[in-house]
């Protein structure tokens, strides 16, 4: 459950696009272990106490500021749940890009962001980006393999249909150890982008959801 609370004046339409567009990139671009609960909701809410102009028109310019506010405040509390995600040790970005269109791009990045075995070898610490391609594979997008960039933080892993000419085991082991892992996906199809967040799956996930009613 999240509440955003502001003292702006605004119009309940107004509320409702904001929180919807927002929604899109911050708690819409998460995921734990991909289910879901019929109380998940995030609520924004406004007690129009702010001298400001009553604002009615979710395209008056006057929003810009309070948008790209409730934009960063959503996205750090979304990131928080899965910072927080049962037994995770590790936060992970998936970057998609070079998309034909944003629907392939989210559903590739959720595909690997929802893949148990992405998320063992990460609790691993295994840089097993064969998983990566896998969950690439299961999005059921249209990709040309010829094309594909990978990378893990800063290291290339795989490009143009092969594994990278730079690519480094050992550096990419030791990478895998920090508590924020990047993964990278360039498509070199389109202009289109994605970015979602999860967590690894470790033994005390199992062990909380195993052991809850114990």
């Not at 936060?91 to 269109?101: F, H, P, Q, R, S």
């Not at 030791?174 to 360039?186: H, P």
Request: hydrophobic share 40%; aromatic share 8%; proline share 2%.
């Amino acid at each position: 459950l999240c509440y955003v609370a502001t003292d702006a004046a605004l119009s309940a339409p107004v509320l409702e696009q904001c929180l919807h567009d927002a929604n899109d990139n911050s708690f819409n671009a998460i995921t734990v272990d991909s289910d879901t609960s019929t109380n998940d909701s995030v609520f924004l809410m406004a007690s129009g106490t702010a001298a400001n102009r009553h604002i009615t028109d979710p395209r008056d310019p006057a929003l810009n500021d309070f948008i790209t506010a409730l934009e960063a405040v959503m996205r750090d509390l979304a990131i928080q749940i899965v910072r927080d995600g049962e037994g995770a040790t590790k936060l992970v970005t998936i970057d998609v890009t070079g998309a034909n269109n944003k629907v392939a791009a989210r559903q590739i990045g959720l595909a690997i962001g929802n893949s148990p075995l992405v998320k063992t070898a990460i609790s691993g610490e295994d840089p097993n980006w064969g998983r990566i391609i896998m969950g690439i594979g299961k999005s059921g997008e249209t990709i040309d393999f010829k094309k594909l960039k990978i990378k893990l933080g800063d290291f290339i892993v795989a490009e143009n249909g092969k594994i990278a000419d730079s690519y480094n085991e050992q550096k990419l082991k030791d990478y895998m150890k920090w508590d924020s892992v990047m993964i990278e996906i360039n498509l070199k199809l389109g202009n289109d982008a994605f970015e979602c967040y999860t967590c690894d799956f470790t033994h005390d996930y199992i062990d909380i959801n195993a052991d809850y009613r114990n």
